[in-house]
């Protein structure tokens, strides 16, 4: 399962919507929120960031199901806010964590990856006065959308080992192999890039 | 051209691959060797994904080190674990990465894609998610994506290692078809009989050099020694 969705075709007033629009919906979605950081603005975003996604007609459990992995950050970020006695901090963070997530949806489920980059890559070339390569910024971004899953599957298979092993409530037997694995990973992905070409756009 | 790794506090440094010349000009090249034995070392030279540590490397007149960008524009690699390499979420996704500085126009480089990935009976596959794919489609996606950029030398890292014998025969019928010259590393003895030549490597030296015959004999009295 992909914590952000992969494209799905459909005739929804969304998929017809231009990638431009829906990065600034994302923006408008997701930054304020975090500016403000109250309770009931999170709460109206969150409200506000479902209805769009139900009204992209896409399958339910496509459109709303998580990754067990993102729950798991999730409940430990709001989990150790009210552990600090911070219960308006709580609730702001997972809901602005939950509307990050399927506020992303809303551009990546009804738009084709492709597409995406064209844009950011169209949205970023006024920048290349200033030394910005919107292409290399465009391909950054699409791999950083490519490697949360990774990770949050890595996170999965090292909780399962820990487990296995009857260490799930060591921190440092988590998170060590995690890290590990998230520089292999980077490692495996520089070297592909570097195989195609790519990099050196 | 040799390979070394150099030591750091109490730990020796490692020679990856002895000093070795070598030209290869046959169209159909296999490496074959044990784990560890260089293979992989040597094939990364190819691209300049691993520079010598002492001498050079050259494809087509042009030196890795110095020209390394033109060089991987020259040479498509292809991974052992397509996952490794595939960059983007879906096969077309992938494939029109390829094709990025190619074909500018967003609706010619998707119907590009497709028609590649078409050619390859990998249509259905196209707007699926790479961690949904068996890996047969795994790795013909990857060598579509690698052949997209259109290489003029493949090198290719033991692609068949973790394929069963169907997708084994696909890789290999794939390979026999191309146009490029094709360097492979392999644990595929099958894979390697099809090669107009065959380097046997071992502890980071090329032991045997020539006939795929001769040569998989050599490796196989090596391996069972």
Do not use: C
Request: aromatic share 4%; no cysteine; net charge positive.
């Amino acid at each position: 399962m992909n914590l952000f969705g992969l494209f799905l075709p459909g005739d929804s007033w969304l998929h017809r919507l231009g990638a431009g629009w829906k990065y600034l919906l994302l923006l408008v979605l997701t930054i304020p929120v975090l500016i403000v950081s109250l309770p009931a603005p999170s709460l109206v975003a969150l409200g506000v960031t479902m209805l769009l996604l139900a009204s992209a007609k896409i399958r339910p459990t496509l459109a709303w199901q998580l990754p067990l992995g993102f729950w798991v950050v999730a409940a430990m970020l709001g989990g150790y806010q009210l552990v600090t006695a911070h219960f308006d901090l709580a609730i702001v963070v997972t809901a602005n964590l939950i509307t990050a997530v399927y506020a992303s949806r809303l551009l990546t489920l009804t738009t084709p990856g492709a597409v995406l980059i064209d844009a950011l890559v169209a949205a970023l070339r006024p920048l290349r006065r200033l030394g910005v390569n919107p292409e290399q910024v465009g391909l950054a971004i699409a791999i950083m959308l490519r490697s949360v899953p990774v990770l949050l599957d890595s996170f999965g298979q090292v909780r399962q080992a820990a487990q296995a092993r009857g260490r799930e409530r060591n921190l440092f037997a988590l998170v060590t192999p995690v890290v590990v694995r998230a520089v292999g990973h980077a490692q495996a992905t520089g070297a592909a890039l570097a195989a195609r070409g790519l990099g050196e756009i | 051209m040799a390979v070394t790794v150099p030591g750091s506090g109490h730990h020796h440094s490692k020679v990856l691959l002895h000093p070795t010349t070598l030209e290869l000009s046959e169209k159909r090249i296999a490496i074959i060797g044990s784990n560890g034995s260089g293979k992989s070392t040597l094939l990364r030279l190819f691209n300049g994904l691993i520079l010598p540590t002492s001498g050079r490397v050259e494809v087509a007149g042009l030196n890795t080190g110095s020209q390394g960008r033109q060089v991987r524009r020259l040479v498509g690699f292809v991974f052992t674990d397509p996952l490794a390499q595939l960059i983007l979420a879906t096969a077309a996704d992938d494939v029109e990465l390829s094709l990025r500085p190619l074909i500018r126009d967003r609706k010619l480089r998707r119907d590009e894609a497709i028609r590649l990935l078409a050619e390859r009976g990998l249509e259905r596959v196209a707007d699926q998610s790479v961690y949904d794919l068996s890996g047969g489609e795994r790795q013909m996606v990857a060598f579509t994506s690698v052949l997209a950029s259109g290489p003029q030398i493949l090198v290719a890292d033991e692609p068949t290692t973790l394929l069963d014998l169907r997708n084994r025969d696909r890789v290999r019928e794939l390979i026999r078809g191309l146009d490029q010259q094709v360097v492979v590393a392999t644990h595929d003895l099958d894979l390697a009989a099809d090669a107009d030549r065959v380097l046997v490597v071992d502890h980071g030296r090329i032991v045997a050099d020539g006939q795929p015959d001769e040569a998989i004999s050599e490796y196989l009295k090596l391996a069972r020694a």
